[in-house]
């Protein structure tokens, strides 16, 4: 599967941005989705996954009440609804997709087969 990230962009502090990821394939309902981001000189670290159904979802504790994720399995389409932006939200954010993961690994990036090229969001105070 082939993904493609958008959406980020330059926003202050509290406000909002919406990031896509588009799949392809005609069997994205089968891909767990995850989002996770990248600031400089910082590791990457998980930010918020989805199950194929989209029952079941994970938030890291950093973006609890501030960002949800959420899913369009008929456009091939995972999303990152992100409120209360903060100024170390800024990072660059990669979706991942992973044909096989269970709840207790969603935040590990190396259970991601499947990543997209990323997009940059940067939040001034």
């Known amino acids: 599967v082939q993904l493609q990230a958008s959406g980020g962009g330059l926003v202050q502090a509290g406000g909002s941005l919406r990031l896509s990821c588009a799949a392809s394939?005609?069997?994205?309902?089968?891909?767990?989705m995850g989002w996770f981001r990248q600031a400089p000189e910082k590791e990457r670290e998980f930010v918020a996954a989805i199950k194929g159904s989209g029952g079941t979802t994970r938030l890291a504790d950093s973006v609890k009440g501030r960002f949800t994720i959420s899913r369009d399995n008929g456009k091939n389409t995972v999303y990152l609804q992100m409120n209360s932006l903060k100024p170390e939200d800024t990072a660059v954010y990669f979706c991942?997709?992973?044909?096989?993961?269970?709840?207790?690994?969603?935040?590990?990036?190396?259970?991601?087969?499947?990543w997209g090229q990323g997009t940059q969001v940067t939040v001034s105070a």
């Open positions: 394939g005609r069997t994205f309902s089968r891909y767990s």
């Open positions: 991942a997709a992973s044909e096989s993961i269970i709840l207790s690994t969603m935040a590990i990036g190396h259970q991601y087969a499947y």
